[in-house]
């Protein structure tokens, strides 16, 4: 039997603990993902889904709980620690990228994820022919812009680099927050379909949060309904087909 | 002439300190109190050690050294200590006020004419206020050239992503703590030792010589990129110089127009004042329209 890639076991977080502002946001709540997994995320605004991600990232303590990578327990690693195994793409484009740095210095540094960083010259130039086959692969012009600095792209390039970031080094799992809500329909149709596209592609395993229940039931092998910091349902593959936006909606209140 | 090479020594020199803070104010977008208290530091580090004999390189090094520890201890208090940036840095910037009075034992101390980096054989041949401007060059060329290289690569790449966005360079593995300190050590040792030379050159160490030395610091900085625009990072580092040296040119142009030596901080004041709104103004008054009507031809 081989370990999930990632396990989490009766995590709680609080927040303000202590104070008269405390706040429990996630309420116990144990989960297996294994390698392949792509699961869709959806729930309430508030539900603690970015939560959820900010603990696996550990961008956030849990409080009570523990949390397992490859059989490896992580819950008291460090975000700069994790992020060898794991990636994130947030919603906001402007998170992911360094805004004055180049579109190629971007995917270079996104390269060399979680590894040590040389006092070498960094020879950019010889990473043009992989960057320009991994742009164009995203269909909006990219490839064009790598001396660009990010600041200067559009939205939806921004946000494409930000998901190309994430993949470039392969992640033992991809971490997905609502990666296209800000961007208008058609781009966001575009970047959806190429992050399909690409994380069946590279067998990935993937969490991907959405707001769009058409995109939960559309993509993915499995769907989690987050409801108040608790697991709500987690319905498999074939449940998933024969379920409808109209039910999923009543599922969710 | 005499005053405009001097001018340009005096701006070569001084330049060290502009490149120090490039580092943490542009790149890591850290504004820096510690270098008022860094570089008054170097300078009574490196004649108090001459007086004793230390030899003027050996002297210059420690004001380095004792500069880098300065920028450790800001780093820690901010990035360990949580205290915010410009805290952490007026907090050091103080206490090095009374560290500078213990190593000088009194708020001015003089080389009287000792050995130091500016009284040499090659030196003494060359014609007035050149001295300076060797020294000052010789120093700039090679730490430019130093960090220049050190930001092309993956670390240094590492390094700029931190101060462009920390919260990106973490999730990518990048130990954003570490790369603040680093930063604010290796910026402190280059203000350490302009400290050092500047405190040579002018055959004194005084306890109030940092005052105006940020300002001085984001003027030559700022006036690089008013005048050069849409540069590169190498060439960025390069206006810095360029700036300094504007700046000092600037100055000498004001005390010839009257003002005096005692007005000089008041001045830098000014000038990097409206450096800093400079982008505002031409917004504003459509500045670039109306100097370029005055220039061209019109029908
Ligand atoms: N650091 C924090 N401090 C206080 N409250 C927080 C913090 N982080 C999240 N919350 C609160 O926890 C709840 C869940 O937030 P979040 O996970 O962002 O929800 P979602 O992503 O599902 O919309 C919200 O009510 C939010 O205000
Ligand atoms: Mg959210």
């Known amino acids: 039997m081989t370990n999930p890639v990632l396990e989490l076991k009766e995590i709680t977080t609080k927040v303000n603990q202590g104070t008269n502002r405390e706040l429990t946001i996630l309420k116990n709540i144990s989960l297996k993902v294994n390698k392949g997994d792509y699961i869709t995320i959806i729930g309430t605004n508030g539900s603690g889904k970015s939560t959820l991600f900010n603990v696996i990232s550990g961008l956030m303590q849990v409080s009570v709980g523990k949390i397992y990578l490859n059989g490896k327990d992580i819950t008291n690693l460090k975000e700069e620690n994790r992020s060898k195994f794991l990636s994130r793409v947030f919603q906001d484009p402007k998170l992911g990228t360094a805004p004055r740095m180049t579109v190629a210095e971007n995917l270079l540094l996104a390269l060399k994820r979680g590894e040590k960083r040389n006092f070498l010259p960094r020879n950019l130039k010889n990473y043009f022919p992989q960057f320009i086959q991994l742009t164009k692969s995203m269909h909006n012009g990219l490839e064009n812009r790598l001396n660009a600095p990010t600041e200067v792209l559009s939205g939806g390039q921004r946000q494409a680099l930000s998901f190309l970031m994430a993949i470039i080094k392969k992640p033992d799992i991809l971490l997905l927050d609502e990666h296209t809500a800000a961007l208008d329909p058609k781009t966001s149709a575009t970047l959806m379909n190429e992050t399909d596209n690409q994380i069946s592609r590279g067998h990935l395993t993937a969490l991907m949060i959405t707001h769009k229940l058409e995109d939960a039931l559309k993509f993915g092998n499995y769907l989690l309904i987050l409801n108040q910091g608790k697991i709500k349902f987690i319905f498999g593959k074939e449940e998933k087909k024969r379920l409808t936006v109209n039910e999923l909606e009543k599922f969710l209140i | ?299």
């Open chain 2, 1 to 299: 002439m005499n005053m405009i090479v001097s001018a340009i020594g005096q701006g070569l020199l001084w330049a060290l300190l502009g490149l120090g803070l490039y580092l943490t104010f542009r790149i890591l977008n850290f504004a820096d109190m510690t270098v008022e208290g860094t570089f008054p530091l170097g300078a009574a580090v490196a004649v108090t050690s001459i007086t004793q004999g230390v030899s003027p390189i050996l002297a210059t090094l420690f004001a380095g050294v004792i500069g880098i520890i300065a920028g450790l201890i800001t780093g820690l208090l901010y990035t360990k200590g949580k205290i915010p940036s410009l805290l952490a840095g007026i907090l050091v910037m103080t206490a090095i006020y009374s560290i500078n009075l213990r190593i000088m034992s009194k708020s001015n101390i003089s080389l009287f004419g000792k050995a130091n980096l500016f009284v040499n054989k090659f030196l003494s041949n060359l014609p007035k206020y050149f001295d300076s401007v060797f020294i000052g060059l010789l120093f700039i060329i090679i730490f430019t050239l130093f960090i220049s290289f050190s930001l092309n690569t993956n670390f240094g790449q590492a390094f700029i992503a931190t101060g462009d966005n920390p919260q990106m360079a973490k999730s990518l593995g990048i130990k954003t703590d570490r790369m603040i300190i680093l930063g604010l050590m290796i910026s402190n040792g280059l203000v350490g030792i302009c400290g050092a030379l500047i405190a040579q050159n002018n055959g004194y160490a005084d306890i109030n010589m940092g005052i105006g030395t940020i300002v001085i610091a984001l003027a030559s900085i700022i006036i690089g990129e008013v005048i050069f625009k849409n540069l590169t990072l190498n060439q960025r580092l390069v206006a810095v110089t360029l700036g300094s040296i504007i700046y000092r040119l600037l100055l000498l142009l004001v005390l010839q127009l009257g003002f005096n030596t005692n007005d000089l901080n008041l001045i830098s004041a000014i000038v990097l004042a409206i450096c800093m709104m400079l982008p505002q103004l031409e917004k504003k008054f459509n500045l670039k329209k109306v100097l370029l009507k005055g220039v061209r031809k019109h029908d």
